[in-house]
């Protein structure tokens, strides 16, 4: 009886020490926020769940949009045993640990597994791979949660053999709904909330997050606004990746590699990325700059941002942080030049201006006779046949002379 009591005890604590955010999951299909195309009525997700004919599936969607949330409901609708694995911390001995534990429940228990994998865009292809006899056999039910699409980050073996589920980002309005349920008891100053939903971009994880710790330093429970300012800045929600900050913070990033600053760069490089801002789009942004800021004046940039950004895609953060590191600074250091960008801002100018020019006769393809008799290809100097430069015109009639390179180095 004692024992049954401290263990009660201990389960109270517990709960009470999970991260709001926790405390806060629904556990019924009618509390999820959102993803009422998937789960709401007469809907093909909830169809599958209540006919306890659950496939093996793929969750994707941006953060906080509730998949794990909605993987744990699953489980327990359908009375499974739930098994969770982040892709980031496991490995295939997780897997086949999970799986023998699998094979004990059906065996001994009649009772199916649900595998989540957090995350299973980090498995590489072995740890993918072996999972696959498994979901085939039927001893698991798996569910793998992902930011990235699966059609790229999932092999094609495992993927074929799942149902993808597209989650939606949750709008302002939803996350607004799960704020007002969990600051009960708590007295917000009016804006509070909706401020919080809005800065949010659709996570509800975050958003959690950021109203503990503004009611955790409120003094009476009462959330200002200069509160929360200080809670958001602490749980990276100030920078909204799709506001003003985010737009300020990239050209910041830009300006100072076209300064030449590697200090400045690395922490503009740093504030986004510390945010939790896409590494990708990061990586985008300097593979552009290589050649729009830098080009032929060190053509190797263009090789160092591409190679960051394929680094970036396959290992992600945080360890791709280095790599982007070492990109900045590389472009940063290296001599610019914008002759390739001006050239074609030029080019792109006169073809607007004179859309069909023509392309002379001597320069066109002749692959028919009757081609041939029209004059294509006719006084054509095959330029290997000739010492030296060639006297031939390339661009069209109207635009002969044209000089669109120009280059130049500072």
């Known amino acids: 009886m004692a024992q049954t009591l401290f263990g009660y005890d201990a389960e109270k604590r517990r709960n009470q020490l999970k991260p709001l955010a926790d405390r806060m999951r629904p556990v019924l299909l ?30 994707w969607g941006p953060p906080g949009s509730g998949k794990t ?16 694995l982040s892709a980031v911390m496991s490995g295939v001995t997780d897997i086949r640990l999970a799986v023998k534990n699998a094979e004990n429940d059906f065996q001994y228990r009649n009772q199916k597994t649900i595998l989540f994998i957090d995350e299973i865009h980090r498995f590489n292809k072995a740890q993918q791979d072996a999972l696959l006899p498994y979901v085939e056999n039927g001893t698991i039910t798996l569910i793998g949660a992902t930011t990235e699409n699966p059609s790229f980050e999932v092999i094609s073996a495992l993927l074929s053999r799942s149902k993808v589920f597209v989650f ?23 804006g509070v909330l909706e401020s919080l939903a809005s800065m949010a971009d659709g996570d509800a994880r975050h958003a959690l997050n950021a109203l503990e710790l503004a009611s955790k330093v409120a003094k009476d429970g009462r959330i200002s606004m200069q509160i929360l300012k200080e809670a958001l800045q602490r749980t990276h929600l100030l920078y909204d990746k799709g506001g003003e900050e985010h737009y300020n913070i990239i050209s910041a990033l830009h300006k100072s590699m076209r300064g030449s600053d590697p200090d400045a760069s690395l922490y503009w490089l740093g504030r986004m990325l510390e945010a939790g801002d896409d590494p990708l789009y990061v990586a985008r942004r300097m593979v552009r700059f290589a050649s729009e800021d830098i080009g032929l004046a060190d053509p190797q940039a263009l090789v ?88 031939q015109d390339y661009l069209p009639e109207g635009l002969k002379g044209k000089t669109y390179w120009k280059p130049k180095l500072r």
Do not use: W
Request: with cysteine.
């Open 30 to 59: 009618e509390e999820v926020a959102g993803q009422q195309h998937l789960v709401g009525p007469g809907k093909p997700l909830r169809l599958l769940i209540e006919q306890d004919q659950v496939p093996s599936m793929i969750f």
């Open 69 to 84: 949330t909605l993987a744990r409901i699953i489980a327990a609708m359908t009375k499974s045993s739930f098994v969770e």
């Open 168 to 190: 939606q980002k949750l709008s302002m309005d939803d996350v607004l709904g799960v704020l007002k349920r969990a600051a009960q008891g708590m007295t917000p100053d009016e």
């Open 304 to 391: 160092q941002a591409m190679a960051a950004y394929q680094a970036a895609h396959a290992l992600g953060m945080p360890e791709c942080n280095v790599h982007l590191a070492q990109a900045a600074v590389y472009l940063a250091l290296a001599p610019k030049s914008n002759a390739l960008y001006e050239a074609y801002a030029e080019v792109a100018s006169d073809i607007r201006e004179r859309p069909n020019d023509p392309v002379p006769l001597h320069i066109r393809n002749a692959p028919t006779s009757l081609m041939k008799n029209l004059g294509y290809g006719k006084g054509y100097k095959y330029n290997p046949d000739f010492e030296g430069p060639v006297d």
